[in-house]
């Protein structure tokens, strides 16, 4: 079965810290591979996204994730993080398809202190 | 550019009431979803629409409707709202680019609440 699992549900760092949250993957096929962040009361924002290529993707507000297929894993990353990264972020995977749907993972809420 | 919309932004709702949340986008993209939002559950896909005239369920559509009214608008239809149907709701849209190649976009959601 397709399935994502974020195994982290709520993480806390301080700020300038580094950040990794994980994402594991199901999927019978090659992936399509999306990070999306949403802060309170607010829709999603995509990240980043992997379709092909170099694994290492990068991102919008200094974030990167690794597509690792032998560990069927896209972690996010972020070196140093600022108080604005609090959000939940959600890692998603999509089939090469022309419907575009995605499945989600639960998310992670991402708490920082000063 | 205003992207994906959804209408009302709030609701509540009494049980056996019915709805239609509304959706539109000016991306003149080809796909549309929409999604619910539990907590510790992530984003769950109710209905999608590859393109226009096309409907599919997804994940979890007991107890909804869906109409693809044209390219742009996709609306949702609680039929008989019941308390489980309590929920963020979100649509979204992709466009065509290549097969399966693209980014979903999403509105800023529907807090609905059935009591």
């Known amino acids: 079965a397709q399935s994502v699992t974020q195994p982290d549900i709520h993480i806390t760092v301080s700020e300038g810290a580094s950040l990794e949250l994980r994402c594991n993957y199901s999927?019978?096929?090659?992936?399509?591979l999306f990070w999306y962040v949403q802060s309170p009361g607010q829709g999603l924002q995509l990240l980043l996204k992997?379709?092909?290529?170099?694994?290492l993707v990068q991102g919008i507000k200094g974030f990167e994730a690794e597509f690792k297929r032998s560990q069927s894993s896209f972690n996010l990353r972020k070196p140093s993080v600022h108080w604005s990264d609090a959000a939940e972020y959600f890692c998603?995977?999509?089939?090469?398809?022309?419907?575009?749907?995605?499945?989600f993972g639960q998310g992670t809420t991402l708490q920082v202190k000063p | 550019n205003a992207g994906v919309t959804q209408t009302p932004k709030f609701q509540v709702l009494k049980t056996g009431q019915s709805m239609t949340l509304q959706c539109a986008q000016d991306?003149?993209?080809?796909?549309m979803y929409w999604y619910r939002q539990d907590p510790g559950m992530g984003l769950r896909l109710i209905y999608y629409?590859?393109?226009?005239?096309?409907?599919d369920k997804g994940e979890v559509p007991n107890g909804y409707n869906v109409s693809r009214l044209n390219k742009r608008e996709f609306s949702l239809r609680l039929e008989s709202a019941a308390p489980s149907q309590t929920s963020v709701y979100f649509c979204?849209?992709?466009?065509?680019?290549?097969?399966?190649?693209?980014?979903?976009?999403f509105g800023q959601g529907t807090r609905l609440t059935v009591v």
């Open positions: 999927y019978g096929a090659t992936p399509y």
């Open positions: 992997y379709f092909s290529g170099d694994t």
């Open positions: 991306m003149n993209h080809n796909s």
């Open positions: 998603a995977v999509g089939g090469r398809s022309n419907t575009g749907k995605l499945i």
């Open positions: 629409s590859a393109s226009e005239g096309t409907t």
């Open positions: 979204a849209s992709s466009g065509p680019g290549q097969v399966g190649n693209t980014e979903a976009f």
